[in-house]
């Protein structure tokens, strides 16, 4: 009893220490975004099935990229289940500037350390069915994941190719539209996004945000990450990337009409 106790005040002084250094920090936060050029709506929300959700909803312009990210900070207190405490968050930047057609999507992975060269969709044979089902459910984890559930329907195996390129041998890159994701990934792109990946900012190099996923479809781009932005300057470089990445791409589409 006495140790239950010890552990339930512990836990409540502690949350309370993080709500009041997040909300320090988000009041930081609206002054930093406003010297960046950058909008930023902050709260911290409590839930009955989180003990608290920090949000931070940054909007604004990089060229003529109009712009939104999303990070969230969830926090769960397990405690009374004996599960300890942990932590999900997740950062999703978005621009409509660029949209495939409707139903149409083009999905970029990074998974460093990994070699997907070889990764292919089995059109044929027993065994096909079986590792496209794997396939598919992996893929439906983590489009929910990064990009929300509303994608997991539009991101399939089935009618999908994988797209190789030896640049990007650590990318998992999936397209139902291959003439479009091919044009659009033109060397200077394939340039940008390599650049990126070695010479990132130093707030990515032990994160998950080194581990970020982006998605065209209909709705337009989403850049996302299961990592959230601490502060304002974190939010612009990531804001950043997208934004390059949505003004390559409009630039492509320009040029060839891939994209309406």
């Known amino acids: 009893m006495v140790l239950f106790i010890t552990v339930f005040v512990y ?11 997040r909300v320090v920090q988000q009041a930081k936060n609206k002054t930093d975004a406003q010297s960046l050029n950058m909008n ?23 060229g003529d990229i109009p712009w939104t990210l999303k990070s969230r900070e969830i926090y769960f207190n397990n405690s ?24 149409k999507f083009f999905m970029i992975m990074s998974t460093p350390g990994f070699d997907n060269s070889k990764n292919e969709v089995k059109k044929t044979g027993f065994f096909s069915g079986i590792t496209n089902s794997l396939a598919e459910f992996a893929i439906d984890n983590y489009v929910t994941g990064y990009f929300g559930h509303q994608y997991a329907s539009i991101v399939n195996i089935d009618g999908a190719t994988v797209v190789n390129i030896p640049e990007l041998k650590e990318f998992f890159i999936l397209t139902n539209d291959d003439a479009v994701s091919k044009k659009f990934l033109t060397d200077v792109t394939i340039k940008f996004i390599v650049n990126w990946m070695n010479n990132k900012p130093h707030f990515s190099r032990d994160s998950r945000v080194n581990r970020w996923g982006m ?30 990445i949505a003004t390559l791409t409009k630039e492509a589409s320009l040029q060839n009409q891939l994209v309406s």
């Not at 003990?51 to 604004?60: A, F």
């Not at 009374?80 to 139903?103: C, E, I, L, P, Y």
């Open 215 to 244: 998605l065209f479809s209909q709705d337009g781009i989403t850049v996302a990450c299961q990592a959230d932005m601490v502060n304002a300057d974190e939010a612009k470089v990531f804001s950043d990337f997208g934004a390059s």
């Open 80 to 103: 009374r289940r004996n599960h300890g405490s942990s932590w999900k968050r997740t950062t999703r930047w978005n621009t409509n500037v660029v949209r495939m057609a409707k139903g």
């Open 40 to 62: 930023v709506d902050s709260s911290i929300e409590v839930y009955r099935k989180y003990d608290s959700v920090t949000k931070d909803d940054y909007s604004g312009t990089t």
């Open 11 to 21: 836990t409540y002084v502690n949350q309370r220490k993080n709500r009041a250094q």
